[in-house]
């Protein structure tokens, strides 16, 4: 009797719980189905690390699974509402960064200056097109990068690439680019007190921006630029202080290295549905975007916004299937696409795309990215690249936008608030003799903060003369 009994009370509370979660939102989508923050491991990966220890790299991943987010689901869902008026071209996107963040360079006054920086490009943007400016850092967690050549060969000796701090280190030699995933910890822990002084500044920014504004734009600056730059930042920002409330600055970064992204994969219990904690919004590289791939895997599950890197090789159809499987529901703001093609491909390559995501209706953001198809090697052999292309290529992307009758909704560079000699040209005029001066990039380089300002000014101009 008692068995039968407990059988009762047994099927009493099966069919409970049946009930509660038929009446609750499923757990996950149907198009969810098979995802796991972990099924990118079933499929074929490229550009990830070989780890020589494993039980080493089991160990680190607990370790991070353990940790605190680094950033919230509501700030998260709050970074796509914004991108969603982007989509619907009622603002503008500023994205930004380093192209590989280093742990030294997370002091406080090279992200004071990143803030500041970007902060003053917003404003400069906003007072020539009149929309607000959602500004996303390429900060705080943007440590890993995608190498076209898998190994590196000086003298007689060939090792593996540099793949950013967070794999191995940028010295040249066996230890040094041997891939060693407590890297992942520390990139963690520069990534949270990063964010901890971008909190700090975003609430402290007003009398910030104000402090700084005079000296630091005397550096490097031409007495008739400087002048010209300063009335232009003194009545923009007045205008920005007075009629907008202040956004911050969201993170992001490139979803690469998959065991730490995993790893930073939390559910959101209260509204349902996976988000990467790591960063507000995640992109999609150049050389992991292969459909049936593990990084197309990891990202169709999360609920971040997406960035999707569209380089001479992408098609219509490509593009398609990849927004398809990144976001099937059509989620306004979800998809942001950055176009990187070059300015020698621009022209040819660009059209299709935006005519075939026209046609599909899906509610994107466009955005270019004039850095990634510009690198060019120098007479010295570092990598560098011209800011007239970088500032043509950006101008063409406005053009064919308008021409299509699609929003030009931003901006993606490879930039720091400091004065570095990367890219050469610009007011200063930086040669390529110049460039070893203050050559500082772990990857790319860089907009120093001169060019920076300076492109978001010529950026607001071309759009005047096509609006
Ligand atoms: C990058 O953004 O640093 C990068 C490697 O870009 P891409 O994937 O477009 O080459
Ligand atoms: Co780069």
């Not at 963040?101 to 990143?114: G, K, L, N, P």
């Not at 990467?276 to 916004?305: K, Q």
């Not at 992408?314 to 990144?326: Q, S």
């Not at 690198?375 to 406005?398: H, L, N, W």
């Amino acid at each position: 009797m008692i068995f039968t009994h407990d059988i009762d009370v047994l099927t009493g509370e099966f069919r409970r719980k049946r009930e509660l979660s038929r009446s609750h939102p499923p757990a996950r989508p149907a198009h969810h189905e098979g995802w796991s923050p972990s099924s990118w491991r079933r499929f074929p990966a490229k550009q990830l690390p070989v780890y020589p220890d494993a039980d080493a790299l089991q160990c680190y991943e607990h370790q991070l699974q353990q940790s605190p987010p680094l950033v919230l689901a509501a700030e998260i869902r709050h970074c796509q509402q914004q991108l969603a008026q982007v989509a619907e071209g009622r603002a503008f996107l500023l994205q930004g960064g380093d192209c590989a963040e280093s742990f030294a360079d997370c002091q406080s006054t090279s992200v004071r200056d990143h803030v500041l920086t970007m902060e003053q490009m917003a404003a400069l943007i906003h007072q020539a097109t009149g929309l607000p400016v959602l500004k996303i850092g390429r900060i705080a967690g943007q440590f890993a990068k995608p190498r076209s050549q898998p190994e590196e060969t000086v003298g007689e000796i060939t090792l593996p690439s540099f793949r950013g701090e967070i794999i191995n280190d940028r010295e040249f030699s066996a230890n040094g680019r041997t891939a060693d995933p407590q890297r992942m910890v520390r990139a963690y822990h520069h990534s949270a007190s990063t964010l901890n002084l971008l909190r700090a500044l975003d609430k402290s920014m007003f009398s910030f921006y104000t402090a700084q504004q005079q000296e630091s734009l005397h550096t490097g600056v031409t007495e008739q630029y400087y002048r010209m730059l300063r009335a232009q930042l003194e009545d923009s920002y007045h205008r920005v202080s007075n009629k907008l409330p202040r956004q911050p600055l969201f993170t992001s970064h490139e979803a690469l290295l998959l065991n730490y992204e995993e790893a930073l994969t939390r559910r959101d219990i209260a509204h349902g549905g996976w988000y990467n904690c790591s960063a507000h919004m995640l992109w999609l590289g150049e050389r992991t975007g292969d459909l049936d791939f593990a990084h197309v895997e990891y990202l169709r599950g999360i609920a971040n916004p997406v960035g999707i890197k569209c380089g001479p090789g992408m098609t219509g159809e490509k593009l398609l299937a990849l927004i398809t499987r990144l976001d099937p529901q059509g989620t306004p703001g979800k998809i942001v696409l950055i176009a990187r093609m070059g300015l020698d491909q621009i022209h040819a390559k660009l059209p299709a795309l935006l005519q075939a995501v026209k046609a599909s209706g899906h509610p994107v953001v466009w955005v270019i990215d004039p850095m990634h198809g510009n690198t060019r090697t120098a007479g010295s052999g570092q990598k560098t690249r011209t800011f007239t292309t970088i500032v043509e290529e950006m101008q063409v992307f406005t053009t064919l936008l308008h021409r299509y009758g699609i929003h030009p909704g931003g901006v993606h560079v490879e930039m720091t608030g400091l004065e570095v000699t990367e890219c050469t040209g610009g007011l200063q005029q930086i040669s390529e003799q110049d460039l070893s001066h203050r050559y500082y990039s772990a990857c790319d380089p860089r907009l120093n903060r001169t060019q920076a300002l300076e492109l978001a000014y010529l950026l607001g101009k071309s759009w005047q003369n096509t609006d």
